[in-house]
């Protein structure tokens, strides 16, 4: 399948600061790519899907302002949480979807997992 | 109401045994897909199977086959030959419609213990 990368991998930050989270599609162009959010033991939740060159579309309750998400190019998506509190420690993934693929399916990254002190 | 279910928060199973994972499915739209995901420990999701709503035959990959009943809209992960490495957190999802910008609802998921 499709390889879809996130970076870091793991990131521990002050309360107050802001973390960029990076996922790039590797090869492969991803069309749409969307960014959730995984609680210990909980399913993933979807934050917000965004296609290239278009503002994100956020699901209800989502704060758009902390959750920055960008999708320059049709590789990269990057979402930065500002102003970290300890209760946006999470697990967050990416996946990617481009046209490749029988089902059009859903590519996802490795996921990050912030931790705010 | 919840577009995916999946009844067994936790399940074990004795290794090389066959397992059976639960979900069931709400929606109005004739096309749809139902996906099954495993999620071990280190986090990444890794897609195991479809089946389209307007497939006629079950899925089936390697040691993984999906129980589709569409009128019962239940789409039952079956496990073969259960082996160690299969311990894992298991989703099932469903993506509606059509469109490449659909995205995915996940179930809560299952827990599979494969004991040795």
């Known amino acids: 399948g499709a390889v879809v990368s996130q970076h870091p991998s793991r990131v521990i930050c002050k309360s107050g600061t802001s973390v960029k989270i990076e996922c790039r599609s590797l090869d492969f162009q991803a069309t749409t790519m969307f960014w959730y959010r995984q609680f210990p033991k909980q399913s993933l939740m979807l934050m917000a899907t965004?296609?290239?060159?278009?503002?994100?579309?956020?699901e209800q309750g989502v704060e758009k302002d902390k959750f920055l998400i960008n999708h320059a190019s049709l590789t990269l998506s990057t979402l930065t949480v500002t102003s970290a509190h300890p209760e946006d420690s999470s697990f967050y993934i990416c996946?990617?979807?481009?046209?490749?693929?029988?089902?059009?399916?859903?590519?996802f990254g490795p996921g990050t997992r912030l931790t705010v002190l | 109401a919840q577009k995916i279910t999946q009844t067994q928060p936790g399940m074990f199973v004795q290794e090389k045994e066959a397992v059976t994972l639960d979900c069931t499915y709400d929606?109005?739209?004739?096309?749809?897909?139902l996906f099954w995901y495993k999620q071990p420990s280190s986090g990444e999701m890794i897609f195991l199977i479809y089946q389209g709503s307007y497939d006629q035959q079950n899925a089936t990959e390697g040691r993984y086959s999906l129980n589709f009943q569409k009128a019962r809209k239940s789409a039952n992960l079956v496990i073969s030959a259960s082996q160690l490495g299969d311990s894992a957190m298991y989703f099932c999802?469903?993506?509606?419609?059509?469109?490449?910008?659909?995205?995915?609802?996940f179930g809560s998921g299952t827990q599979l213990t494969v004991l040795p």
């Open positions: 929606t109005s739209d004739p096309s749809y897909g």
């Open positions: 999802a469903m993506r509606e419609g059509g469109g490449s910008a659909r995205q995915l609802t």
């Open positions: 996946s990617a979807r481009g046209l490749a693929g029988v089902y059009n399916e859903q590519f």
């Open positions: 965004s296609n290239e060159g278009s503002k994100a579309t956020y």
